[in-house]
């Protein structure tokens, strides 16, 4: 069964910084691909980043594009977003998500099959 497990959002002043986990199991983690959404209240879900398994290739949306940063850790199992130069804007529920590694990149919620728990993240001016 897979399963993936988000922690780690809060509260943070405008440009302060967060680190997302993203937890993993029940799958071969070079044969997918795991990605960060955010739905912010009204708006519609929207991707974020993204990190193939097999390859490591990283994928960012325009709006974090030098702020945020993918990585993952193979051996824990484990894909962390790096939130730097947070602004308001940035306030949100953080999801992960996992598909096979074909779906690296893409960033349309609906294709993706399996979901973690959202993590919120609130940056105050």
């Known amino acids: 069964e897979v399963q993936l497990q988000a922690s780690g959002g809060g509260l943070v002043q405008a440009g302060g910084s967060l680190r997302l986990s993203c937890a993993t199991s029940?799958?071969?983690?070079?044969?997918?691909?795991i990605a960060w959404f955010r739905q912010a209240p009204g708006k519609e879900r929207e991707g974020v980043s993204g990190?193939?398994?097999?390859?490591?290739?990283?994928y960012y949306s325009n709006a974090v594009k030098g702020r945020f940063t993918v990585s993952s850790d193979t051996a824990s199992r484990t894909v962390y977003l790096q939130m730097n130069n947070l602004r308001p804007e940035d306030t949100a529920v953080y999801y992960c998500?996992?598909?096979?590694?074909?779906?690296?990149?893409?960033?349309?919620?609906?294709?993706?099959?399996?979901w973690g728990q959202g993590t919120q993240v609130t940056v105050s001016s």
């Open positions: 998500a996992a598909d096979v590694a074909s779906l690296a990149g893409n960033s349309d919620s609906y294709l993706w099959r399996y």
């Open positions: 990190i193939s398994g097999s390859d490591g290739e990283t």
């Open positions: 029940g799958f071969n983690f070079a044969d997918y691909a």
